[in-house]
């Protein structure tokens, strides 16, 4: 039931926002669910994490959610790459972004348009994203999680050759090569290798 209610929150979150001509993408769990999983509710998600094309386009997006209860938490400052918005009937709390990490270092990474560029991102993008999510949260003290080493495992099980290629690619021109062989270290650990090669 809350499964399905969070489902249900989401639909009413994106039409919300595309009702205010906004665009976005859904990032991370929500979004893997949905096409990397074999079915949806095997990917269990807490919040929605939302990518915007700028912070003002994030801080116009949440304004617009007040129609459904939404607040922001708190204001989000300068340096940040994101905001959170919650509900107090509790159904699912949103992240919005306007970057996929805040830490100085990761400044090269993709944005929303070149996500948006490729219509609907695939697995590499998603592969890069898992990968950051999961550095970025171990810095932060928070441990590592099964089910971000799981979401690793399935995006890279669905690589071909040249889809290896572009993640490789994508790493040094994002200059994050270090957090995507750490993460997909850890995947090994627990399930299947990468091909050697791309290691």
Request: hydrophobic share 50%; with cysteine; aromatic share 8%.
């Amino acid at each position: 039931r809350a499964e399905l209610a969070r489902r249900a929150r989401l639909r009413e979150v994106l039409a919300c926002v595309e009702g205010a001509r906004i665009d976005t993408l859904v990032l991370k769990g929500a979004a893997l669910a949905e096409w990397a999983y074999p079915v949806p509710y095997l990917r269990e998600f807490s919040d929605v994490d939302l990518l915007f094309a700028s912070r003002d386009d994030a801080l116009r997006a949440s304004e617009a959610l007040r129609m459904l209860g939404y607040a922001m938490s708190y204001v989000p400052g300068r340096f940040m790459h994101e905001l959170s918005c919650r509900n107090a009937d509790g159904v699912v709390d949103l992240d919005l972004h306007w970057a996929l990490s805040d830490m100085p270092a990761l400044t090269a990474l993709p944005g929303f348009d070149d996500f948006r560029a490729r219509s609907i991102p695939g697995p590499e993008d998603a592969l890069l994203h898992a990968c950051i999510h999961r550095a970025s949260n171990l810095q932060a003290g928070l441990g590592d999680r099964l089910k971000w080493l799981y979401d690793i495992h399935l995006l890279a099980r669905a690589l071909d050759a040249p889809a290896w290629a572009s993640v490789v690619r994508r790493g040094r021109e994002a200059r994050v090569c270090g957090i995507l062989l750490d993460g997909l270290e850890a995947m090994r650990a627990l399930f299947s290798p990468p091909p050697r090669d791309v290691l």
